[in-house]
């Protein structure tokens, strides 16, 4: 039935599923439909507001605004490709000696990168790309900070028009990066994939090119689900500390934008133990909010 399955999926799921195999005597079949959906990658919600630097989109670079193209006409992977390879010649988280123009170009690629889908998992051939590639849309959104010249935004020595500005757009895309990468991790995913197996083994009437679809596709989910788990971790971290540096005294604003990203205040305590820890530098963090319950 798999034979035609890709075979770097195979390898990755092999043990996973041998074990799902196992499981099996442990369900009854009690399925009336062979059909599961997988997670929609749709487009963010939450609206961005773009910084006086780049309002007037006519005046960006011929490059930026084919990127931008890419997107309104829906071209999701070559966008996410193009995006690659800007961030790759950007590189300017830690640069200081950045001109206006290269801040108002690193701040349109950042609106898109954020604003942009991730790969629909939904249509066959997108399975079938990630499975020859990799995935880009994480990797994009998960380095997006690359097209930012951070280190000049926080330097008071810098002069830059709309530094403030253009230092709380960046916050709010990171924040709500963070929170498309919390919606794209299924916690349940584990019961979603024992479920599919036992459909593909078990449910009448699925032919084999749909058993072999479904099963690419969960492959696929299940890649990027132990892939979304890694970015959070690296995203956490690295904004929180970000925060510290903006705000080293104002949790009020710190907590802002850990709520944008998702983050209720019963929640942050344990985000703030697993990133930065109860250093006397975050110690202004933890005031005020619900104690841990352990």
Known sequence: MKQNISTQYQR???????????????????????????PCSASPNSQLSLPAAIRNTDKQSPELLQLKKLLDDGNIIPFYQAADKMLKEARRYHKKNVTPRELADGLFLCQLITTAPFIDLNKSSNVEWLANYNNIDH???????????????????????????????????????????????DYAFEATQICTYMIIDHASGLSTDKATDLFNKTSAQSSRNYDVQSIIKNQESGFIRELMKCFPANAVEVKKYLHMAGYEDKEIPALLDRTVGRVPQAEYLYRGLPKRRD
């Open 139 to 185: 990797k994009v959104k998960e380095f997006m900070s690359r097209s930012i010249p951070f280190a000049a935004l926080t330097d008071k020595n810098v002069k830059l028009p709309g530094k403030e500005e253009a230092l709380r757009f960046y916050l709010t895309a990171t924040a709500m990066v963070l929170k498309q990468f919390h919606s794209q991790m």
């Open 12 to 38: 990755n799921n092999y043990l996973n599923f041998s074990i799902m195999k196992t499981v099996y005597l442990l369900f009854p079949l009690f399925f009336l439909s062979p059909v599961i959906l997988l």
